[in-house]
C-alpha cells in the first residue's frame, strides 16, 4: 500500500477500501446462504441418492452382492440341510459366509463361469447334425 500524505488520499483510501469490504461481506453471505441451503437434510439426500444413482457400476455392485448372498445361503441350507447337529450348523454358517464373500469379491469370475456353462449346455441340447438327410441330435 501506498504511503498517504493528505486528508483527501487518507478519504480515498477509506472509501477503497468500504466498497472492498461491502464487496467482500456480499460475497460471504452469498458464500453462507449456499452453505446453508447444502445443509438442509432434502439436499443431501437428493445429494447422495444423486450420487448412488450416478455411480457406473451400481447394477454390478448390486448384482454381485445379491448372488454372493444368495449362493452362500444355498451352500448353508446344502451342507446343514435339516440336521440338528451344532457342528454341522457351525460349519454351514462359516461356508456361508466364506461362498458369500467369494462370489461377492470375485463377481466377474462367476459371471464367466456362468456364461461358459451355460453356453455349453445349450449348445449341446441345439446342436443339429444332418447326415445324408438324416437329423441327428
Keep these: 500500500m501506498?504511503?498517504?500524505n493528505s486528508a483527501s488520499e487518507l478519504t480515498n483510501a477509506i472509501q477503497l477500501l468500504?466498497?472492498?469490504q461491502e464487496f467482500k461481506g456480499q460475497l460471504l453471505k452469498e458464500q453462507l446462504h449456499l452453505t446453508f441451503e447444502s445443509f438442509k437434510p432434502v439436499n443431501i439426500l437428493k445429494g447422495t441418492f444423486?450420487?448412488?444413482i450416478t455411480s457406473p457400476n451400481l447394477i454390478d455392485n448390486i448384482i454381485g452382492t445379491s448372488v454372493g448372498i444368495a449362493t452362500?445361503?444355498?451352500s448353508k441350507k446344502i451342507v446343514v440341510g435339516a440336521s440338528s447337529s451344532i457342528i454341522r450348523k457351525l460349519?454351514?454358517?462359516v461356508?456361508?459366509?466364506g461362498v458369500t464373500n467369494s462370489v461377492s469379491n470375485h463377481p466377474e469370475a462367476i459371471k464367466l463361469l456362468g456364461q461358459y456353462i451355460f453356453k455349453h449346455i445349450f449348445s449341446k441340447k441345439?446342436?443339429?447334425e444332418k447326415v445324408d438327410n438324416y437329423e441327428i441330435k
Design 50 to 52: 444423486k450420487s448412488i
Design 91 to 93: 460349519l454351514g454358517s
Design 72 to 74: 452362500g445361503y444355498l
Design 126 to 128: 441345439n446342436h443339429i
Design 2 to 4: 501506498q504511503n498517504i
Design 18 to 20: 468500504e466498497i472492498e
Design 95 to 97: 461356508l456361508q459366509i
